[in-house]
Structure formats: C-alpha cells, structure tokens
C-alpha cells in the first residue's frame, strides 16, 4: 500500500467525501456498503466499524447481496489474465501461489469455477490470507473449493457473504495499520502446539493428542515453556498432568483467579478447541509483564490436561481433580492397548499419591472464567467475534428401541401397520419442534437404525438415541418429560411398544450474573453488541461450576463454527479482541477491587 | 358329542328357543351372541351363520367384547382343575396333551397365564384344534403363547375374538356334522408337499424350496403325482420346471381355462403361499372325475416352478416363460454357490432349448384366475374368508440418500441444522399420510439408516428406501410424483440435497372385469358378504395378465395374516369354501358356454 495507515480519529473527524475515500475498495465494485456504513460515525472502534459494515450489507436484502458476490472476479480467472480486478483482489492471489499454477491445476480451478457458477449463480469466494497474515496453502484452497461446491445455495451464499466481509476486515486493518500481534502471538502458540500428534495421527498431517502420550507430554512441556516466557511465577505440572502458571498479584487480595481450559483433542479434532482458553489468558500477562504491571490479584492460569475422553472413558479429568472428582477407580481403566491409566501415569512421571491434594478450596478464589472457541455457527452468522454465555446446557441422553410388528410393505395397508420406523419419523419431529420452541433447548435424534431393513418389509424394529440440553436444567427436565409423555403416546395411538435407555444426565452450569456481567462490559467496552448465548457442548467451567463462580466467553468460529473437525478455525482479529477482552475483565477486577 | 347332527334347515325352521338350544355352548358362558344372531334366520350357509355370528360380536362394542373374552378360562389354568369349564374347552385340552404337562411345564403356563392376565386384563385364549381337527402341538402352544404376550394390547384384544371365532366354528363344525373333507384335502396335500426343504432348512424343520433344489425337483415329481391321482388326464413337467395338469373337458369349447400357482417357497417361508392355488382347483379336478362328469372346456392347472427370485435375480420364471418373457441371459446367472441357473437345468433334466416353446397363444384359452392366500390381516380382520382382488397393484420402488450437514448435538441451534434424518422423518409421516389418503395404495420406507450415527451429532447422512403401490398405474404414479415432489420441497426448506435410484416399477395387473364378477357370484352364493380389494404382493396372475384377462380369489390367513413366515397359516374350513367357490366359478362357466 502506498498510503500512509489511517487512524480512527481521523476516519470519525472527515467529511463523508473524505472518509469514503479513505475505505475506498474496501468491497469489490461495492462502495455503497462503506458509504451507508460511515453515516453511523463515530465509531469507538475498528471492531465497530467492521460490524456497522457487515449490517449494512446484512441488512440490504438478498439481490443487493447477490450483487455483492456477483461483483468479486473468479478465483485465478479471467479477470486475473485481463487485469480488471481492484487492487486487493490481485495482490491476494498472489500470496496463496494461485498465479504459479500448473497447466493441470489451472485447469482444475476452471472447472471448479465453471461448475460453482452453475450451481449457486456467483463465483467462488475466499479470504486467502490466514490468520497470520499469510496466504491459505493452494492445496487447502482446492479443498475448501470442493467442499464449499457441496453445500446448499442457501447456506454458500452466506458463507461467500462472510468471506466478502472477511476480505474487507483484511484490508481494513492493512489501510489502519491495526495492531493484532496478541492475536498473532495467540495463533502462534497454538501453531507451535498443534505439532505435536498422537502416532497414526501425526502422519497423516491430523491433530490427536489424548491423555498422556508422548504428544500429549510434549503438549504440557511446551505449555509450561509458554507460561515461563510470557511471564508467570510459578509453572508447575500436577499429578494428574494439568499445567498450571501462577502470575502474582500485589497481594492486596486474598483470592486469585482461576482461568484456563484443556490441551487434549479429540481424534482428528481441531487447534483452537481448549487450547483457546489457556492462550488468551497467557498473552494478558505477557502484557503485564512486559509492562511491568501486577494486579491485586493473583491469576491461575491452568492448562487442563484432559477434558474430552478419548483415550479414557473418564472424561474432564484435569478439572475434575481440582473440584476432588478424580474417581480413584479410573486409575484401573485401560485404553485400546490394554495400558491401564495407573500405568500412563506412572510412565509420565505423575505422582499418583498427591491427585487427592489438587482438590481446591473455594475461599482461595474469586471465580473462574474460561473462553473457548463457539464451536457452533452463531457468532459466524451474526457477524460477532465474541459471545456472553450465559449457561452451560443441561443434559441427558437416552439410547431406545421401537417395536411393532414386520410386514409384507405390499400387503399390509396403512391403517393396519404397526410400523416402527414410522413411529420413530414422529417423534424426531416431535423433539425437533419442542426443541426448537424453547428457542435455546437443542433435541437430536443421531442414532437411527432399521435393523435389517428391507426395501419391501414395513419395519418391526427401530433403533435411535435421544440427546436433550437445555440452558437450565428445568428446561431440560420439562422438554424431556414432553417427549418422554409423546413417545409413550405415539406408542399408544400405534400400537408400538419401546424401550429406553438414560445414558447419562449431567446439570447445567448457569453462568455467576456477576462474572457474565464482568464479561458483558469487556464486549461492550470494543464497541461491539453483547450476543447473550448458552453453551451446547461441555466445557471445564461446567465443572469448575462445583467449586466456584464461573463465566465463559465464545469466540466466533470460521467455517460457519464447524468443530471437532481438522477445519476448525479463527482469526488472529478475533483472538485479538478476545485478549482484549480478556485484559478489560482483569483491570476492572482489579478496579473493583481497589 | 352325543346330539345327533343338526341341519341348517332344522336350525331355520326352529322356533328361537329350540334354536337357541341347538347352538348353546357355541361361545363360552355367552349365549347373547347366539341368539342376536339368530334373529337374521334363515342362513343360506353355515358359512353365513358363522359371519353373522361373528358381526354380532364385533357391533356389541369394546366392554361386551372385554366380557366375552374374560368368560373364558385360563389355559390348562384352574378352571380345569376344577371342572367349571364348559364342555367344549374341557375336550380340547386334551386333544393339545395340555393335560399330560411336566410339573415345570405347568408351572411355565401358569407363569405364562399370569404375565398375560397382567398385561392384557383378559386370559389368553388360543383355538386348540389346526385345520385337520387336530390339535395343536404342544411346544406350538408354548411358541404363540409366548409370542402372543409381546403384542400390542389393542392388537391382541382382536386376536383373541378371532381365535374365540375360530372355537366357535369347530364347535359348529362337530354340532352340524358338516364336512369340510375338500378342505381337508387341500390340507393333506400341502402338509404331505411340506415335509421336502432345502439343506439348511430341512434340518431345522423350516419350509425353503428355491428353484430346482432336490427339494424343489422332488416337489414336482410330487405335484405331478397328485394331479394324476385327482383325475388329470395328461401331466407333465415342462422345460422350466413347472408341472403341468389339464383335466380334459367335453371339447364343446375349443378354449382352455388356464389356473395355478406358484411352487417355491421363500426361505423360512410357509406352506401356503402359492401351493393353495394348486391344490383348491385340483380338488375341483377330484370332485369332477369321481363325479365322472366333464366340463365343457379343457381345464389347465400350472404348478408354477419360480415365483420368488430366491435362487436367482430372476422372479416369475415360471409363469415368465408362458409369456415369452424368459430372457436367456437369465441362464448365466449363478447362484449363491456359483452354480449356473443353466448348469442346475441341465442337472435337473430340463430341455432348455424348449424354452420358447411355452410361450402360450392367448386365443387358446379363455383366460386365468389364482387363487391365493392373502398374505394380509384385511380378511382376518374383517371375519371373512374369502376377498375379492380388484387389482394387482403398480408399484416403484427407490434407494435414496439425504445430505446435511453434520454437526455438533450440544452447539448447533435448531434453526441453523440441516438434519438429513429430521429430512427423512419429514418423508416417511408424508410418505404415511399420502398413502392413506388413497385409502388403497400403500407407501413404505423399509431401510432406514444414519451411517455411523452418534448420540451426540447432528445426522449429515441418512439412507432411506421407498417401496410405493397402487391399484392402477396412474394412481401410483400421482402418488409417486407427490412423493418426489415432497423429497424436494423438504430438501430444499431444510438446506439438505439428495440421490434417488429407481429400482423397480411394475406395472398395474387389474382384474378383468366378466372373471371378477365370476368370482364375486362365487363368494355370493356361499352366503359370505363381498369384500373387494387389491393385491399389495405380487403374483403370478401379474405375468399372466400380458397375456389373458385374469382375475385373483384371496383366503384369509391366520394369525393377522401373517405371511413369508413359519406362522403364515389358514384353515380347512376356509380352504374348503375356497373349493366351493372355485367349484362355483367353473359350474357357472360351463352354463354361461352352453
């Protein structure tokens, strides 16, 4: 770029002539966005800016959106070779390698672009620089291509929007020099982390660190280096594996805070899962350290060593120690080759003896917050890098059978069926409106079988599991006594009879209004709306819960928040406004406290 | 029983006490049904008397019905211990051995009997005497007892009324001395036909004769046998196996009625489906030739050799190749040991070079009728032993496959999934309700599956089948297009895609009108009421339609009708007024040619 960077003063303090140019190109051949966007000056922040633009074009209707997308230039296509691309458009292919393509590869790109075109009615598009500022590789970018060419137009059309919006914050932060090296410095260690794999895993180029392998142990020797470096006092590992940094405070309170999350995976999972929660934290007291600020508190920082039960069936085991839930009788669980828990943790050095010890005593702190990457679409469609979680849902689970009666599908009219499948079919849509009709309650039927089902036989057998959450567990318990009365009545009323199975129920996790509100005014404070949203999945905090106060912060989710899944992602401008996040709830602790 | 036996015209003429006492006993402690029904005097049959009785039980409502079911005794219960059953319960135990139990078989029932009460607040109840007058086995018992107490209460609350129906009809049996010896000999030849299985099968007394086995070939020479015995004048085996019999008629006519059934079996399958349609008109051909009487046209019985496709790919093989649709690349079809449909014909004896041979002139016969086990509850239900087929139905048939998106059970909101099984659900409830809506066609979704399924996952993948029918063409393809227009309408609502393969359609075989009508005077003239119906199955009528105006006879099958089953089962009474009818089609088609 050849103009000097911009501040947001100076963007808040021209005239609108003034001010369009300076966001000029910002969307493809679609200044009307930044035009719209620039009449809700001042904006306190970058972040700010960025939403109002993602509201103008949210908020423009469908066909000014598909004339959005319609105005960016094939991926590496013609309008490349012809030169009729803005600025920004050419210099990012360049970055990926896209000019450098084989004959082959080039022509693998047009037909991809031929065949996206014909199927969704605008080109393909893509943000090509990563978090770090670096380009996708070209092999990620083909992958993504041709997975991207498998969704629904409804839900491709929104992900074009959203890398429309992401290309936009790329240039925004080149055109305002924006800072987001604790961002950055997050994606780094992260990088550096995600090396290490379980075997099997590692070589296919996949992420799998489960409890106590050699990855695992390298995990939690490179997390203690971190914490070392950014600047804590005291790093030690414990018993059960958790890495645990302390950064003293001044000693004018008694309590410290306790923040972290969990450093395993699942098989094949992605790098920001957990990992997220410990990082974050970190790159706050980097910052202290480096500017030589204590608070009045301390801050533990606690990379939990498992929380997601995959080498193990115990899960939350990390977290589980500090609230005295390690079950001793886990010891003698074995893994798929036969080593028992007891033996891995001998062989990694872990003092057995001492995991009773790690129980925490609630008067030591004043709570625990933990921030962990969505893991769902919501802040990806809201255009929101952050989220307020207001509880981790309550749960339970049943697996089930349907019986009623095979019969010839040729014979047997309808009103004389018995039909088992069918009586399944009703209740899926059952729990799925019940569901949907608390508005935050989930409902999922993932286990759906017809044992030896035949083309030509009515089903006499059906097999499926149910998975109920909902933010309280009231609300759980009343949407599962819903469905639980409409199996029975739809059993009735076709003469099916069933059984059910409860295979685990677990509490929700309210978030302390205290802590949330901590929370809350960090969001606000970056200029951005408070999305108020319960957590789905289980996190450390719901069992940190037992112990003490706790709220959790979301951070947005690309690839429309898909997780568990080598896809998994965010960006360094996200990560940067969680620390920054992160570093408000600390200082205005820290005013309170004064 | 020491009364003399009774004439359905004593019983019209009697005064309504004399008549009462006539049939006192019939129903256990419950003469009110008895004496409503003889209010409809005079009965044109026993057969009429026999339905009327059961109307009677079916209009006295759910409380009368509760009651008659409860004025039975348990089974070898107290009751017979304390001699307070009534006559005719006391003598049918004992034809079972129920009498003659272990002490750890009496305690079984009485366990049995207990679980049952408990269940279904009325004894079980179980007509003891099979088709020959018989009685049951005693491990039979125990089977359908056992089986019986897994019912639904509604279902089994009916299968009781059928089976005090069915006592109610032995006992007539014995009071009017009437003879079902026709019946009885249909009986006898498919018990006799029964005892050939293939290896495998044989062993484990289940019924399987699949295409030119020794099981199969020896049914044939058997088949063969009966039609010479029964009168036919010439009889032979053709090149594919089926056995043919033709009983010479007075040569007034030069065409031939064509009638017949199928010979192979299912495996596991019953002894009924097909053979009956065999035997009813051959103990026609019996009546006939010891009656020395001739009908003026030749009568053809064709022992169909293939219907099922259980071997091979190929279905109707038999009845195939009268119609020229004996495809030759059949031949090089294997089974599932790798032998050749060819080589097994070869081994059999079979001139496959005669093949084309079979194709039949239609103007060499008037036309066709089958007859042939229901295979359905629709007559069971009703009371009726014989139905009329409008229709053998069209049908189609699809594998299908939806596609979401898989994800997170616990984060992804109800409003942002694309649950490709919540999209199947969506299907098979309209899929149910279209059907319905025709009150005739039947739609089924037999396969069922979420590959891989997870309790706690989103289902992105779910396989489905489709299995649609109707009695026409046109009506089937209405439905048909409904469907696939509602696959579209959910995939699209839902954000999901989707494959469909079409593996089967065939075509509507409706009955032609002058044979339906022959086989509605048939079933008139036994007194029995009109039930009009199509044919969900398939049926060697199906092929012969291509051909000759046909036009299908259904007998009730007991136990709901159950079918390509051990428990597929009918009874001498019914398969006697099969004959009588069939006796009736051929009397009235000789008068309607003189």
Redesign the interface.
């Known amino acids: 770029m050849a103009t000097p960077p911009l501040t947001l003063d100076q963007l808040n303090a021209a005239s609108l002539d003034d001010a369009r140019a300076m966001v000029a190109g910002l969307y493809e051949h679609s200044p009307w966005i930044a035009r719209a966007a620039l009449q809700q000056r001042p904006f306190r922040s970058l972040a700010q800016f960025k939403y109002a633009l993602c509201q103008v074009a949210t908020n423009a209707g469908k066909d000014a959106q598909l004339a959005l997308l319609r105005a960016h230039p094939e991926l590496a296509g013609r309008a490349l070779a012809d030169k009729s691309l803005t600025v920004e458009s050419t210099h990012e292919p360049n970055k990926a390698g896209l000019t450098h393509c084989t004959p082959a590869e080039f022509e693998k790109i047009q037909q991809l672009n031929s065949d996206y075109n014909a199927r969704f009615g605008f080109p393909f598009i893509l943000a090509l620089r990563g978090p770090r500022g670096l380009g996708l590789q070209k092999a990620e970018i083909m992958a993504t291509f041709e997975r991207r060419l498998q969704s ?1 137009p ?2 491709e059309f929104q992900e074009g929007l959203r890398n429309v919006h992401r290309m936009a914050e790329i240039r925004l932060n080149d055109r305002f020099g924006r800072s987001i090296e604790r961002g950055n410095l997050v994606w780094d260690w992260q990088e550096a982390l995600a090396q290490y794999s379980d075997p099997g895993y590692a070589e296919l180029g996949q992420l799998t660190v489960t409890y106590l392998t050699d990855a695992h142990r390298a995990c939690a020797q490179r997390i203690s280096n971190n914490m070392r470096e950014a600047g804590c006092d005291k790093v030690h590992i414990d018993a059960v594996g958790n890495v645990v940094g302390r950064y003293k405070g001044t000693g004018a309170s008694p309590k410290a805070l306790m923040t972290g999350s969990h450093y395993d995976t699942v098989r094949n999972g992605g790098k920001y899962d957990g990992r997220l929660g410990i990082f974050v934290p970190l790159a706050c007291v980097q910052g202290l350290k480096r500017a030589n600020k204590r608070l009045p508190f301390d801050l533990e920082i606690i990379a939990f060593a498992e929380e997601e039960g995959q080498r193990y069936k115990a899960t939350f085991l990390g977290s589980g120690a500090l609230t005295g839930d390690f079950k001793p009788d886990w010891l003698d669980q074995v893994d798929a080759d036969g080593i028992s828990m007891r033996q891995a943790m001998k062989q990694a050095g872990l003092c057995i003896d001492d995991i009773p010890k790690l129980k925490r005593i609630a008067s030591d702190y004043m709570g625990f917050v933990e921030v962990h990457i ?5 802040l990806s ?1 809201l255009n929101l890098p952050l989220g307020i979680v207001t509880s981790i ?1 309550a ?1 339970v ?1 049943h ?1 089930g059978e349907m ?1 009623g ?1 095979t ?10 069926r ?2 088992a ?2 009586g ?3 209740l ?2 059952y729990v ?1 409106s019940r ?2 009709a608390d508005s ?11 044992p030896g ?7 006499g057998r ?1 097999q499926f ?3 109920l ?1 909902a933010p309280t567990d009231a609300q759980r318990d009343a949407m599962a006594s819903d469905v639980l009365a409409r199996i029975e009545q739809i059993a009735k009323a076709r ?3 069933y059984h059910l199975t409860e ?1 685990l129920r677990a509490s929700a996790a309210p978030s302390a209004p205290a802590w949330q509100q901590r929370w809350e005014a960090a969001v606000a404070a970056l200029g951005l709306p408070l999305h108020r949203m319960p ?4 996190h450390d905090a719901m069992k940190l819960h037992d112990l003490l106060p706790q709220a959790m912060l979301f951070v947005r989710g690309e690839n429309a ?4 899944n080598p896809l998994e992602s965010t960006s360094s401008d996200d990560m940067q406004l969680a620390v920054q996040a992160f570093e408000h709830l600390l200082n205005s602790l820290a005013q309170e406290l004064s």
């Open positions: 629904h409804d839900h969505e893991q769902g679409p919501v469609e849902n749960s689970r697996t019986l009666m019969s010839h599908a040729g014979t047997t009219p309808m009103d004389r018995r039909d499948a069918a399944v079919a009703e899926m849509l799925e569901a949907a935050d309650s989930v409902g999922t039927v993932g286990i759906l079988n017809v089902g035949s083309i030509n036989v009515v089903p059906c599991s149910l998975d959450r003469g099916l009879h295979t957590s789905g999945a289980g928040g898909i997780s568990h």
